[in-house]
DNA sequence: CCTTGCCCTGACGTCGGCGTCAAGGTCTAT
DNA sequence: ATAGACCTTGACGCCGACGTCAGGGCAAGG
């Protein structure tokens, strides 16, 4: 398989494949003319990436779940090094979502105190009160 | 008061006053010299600034608090126009709390089931058994 | 031969919020 | 007069994950 048919199998574009590849996350195997060639297992590599990319990793913290899959193991956390990225991971969320939700909690209590100060015309659209024609 | 003093008081450098400056945040208020020359209500602008952004707001989206405040509000969501940014930065909070929720679920999950696959040596300071000496 | 469609490398652009350096002007104290 | 502390503009650097363009090679069909 062409870096094309693994970009479009992947669902990912053959720019994002080459930069993957220049971290060291896809491996080099080229074909005679020069043209890059993947096989099955490195769509699942490309998959893994993405997966953890959606969970908002960082595409060096997805990196040892793809050597773990390169290494030849079932799956990209099947590695001490890769569990260790989830915990850290895990930690990072909850503190990140602890601020949030005091950030939250301010900017609401801001508004609520602003509306109150500003209780003019939540409806601008009230009908006029003058005689009519 | 010149720039150093301001970046001085408010916390931050003259490179970040500038830049606001430039944003049109900040008045270009100027000495005969060609020095920046500010009051003690640009310290209010800018200390209004560091706030929403300590809540994770872009600078533009502080524009309106600051156009508030220049415009001779005592506060600057004394707008309509705060508010209304007040209101979307409260969804769009919620809307990330949630997916950040979510994904923590998930890799939780994920880290659990690793985990469970992967029963080795959780404590691998365990005394050796063999007979001493 | 020519087009079409794939592939290649290299390099600059993007977004935000500045940091940092260069090269110079201004004001104050000694 | 000169040092030192302040100020000015201009411009490049940074981070991450690519997008996008330029300029060219390879392979197959008509």
Redesign the interface.
């Known amino acids: 398989m062409r870096i094309g048919e693994l970009a479009e199998r992947a669902g990912v574009s053959t720019r994002t494949l080459r930069y993957y590849e220049s971290l060291g996350l896809l491996p080099e195997q080229r074909a005679a003319n020069g043209y890059r060639v993947y096989g099955d297992d490195d769509l699942r590599l490309v998959e893994q990436i993405r997966v953890l990319q959606d969970?908002?990793f960082g595409l060096e913290e997805t990196r040892p779940f793809v050597e773990c899959l390169r290494s030849g193991h079932p799956?990209g956390?099947?590695c001490?090094a890769?569990?260790s990225v989830?915990?850290d991971?895990?930690a990072e969320?909850?503190a990140?979502?602890d601020r949030?939700?005091s950030?939250?909690d301010?900017?609401?209590a801001?508004?609520a105190?602003?509306?109150a100060?500003?209780p003019e015309a939540p409806e601008p659209l009230c009908q006029m009160e003058g005689p009519r024609e």
Chains 1, 2 share one sequence.
């Open positions: 969970f908002g799956t956390d099947s001490p890769s569990i989830y915990r991971k895990l969320l909850d990140l979502i949030l939700r950030v939250r301010q900017v609401g801001q508004l105190e602003a509306e100060r500003l």
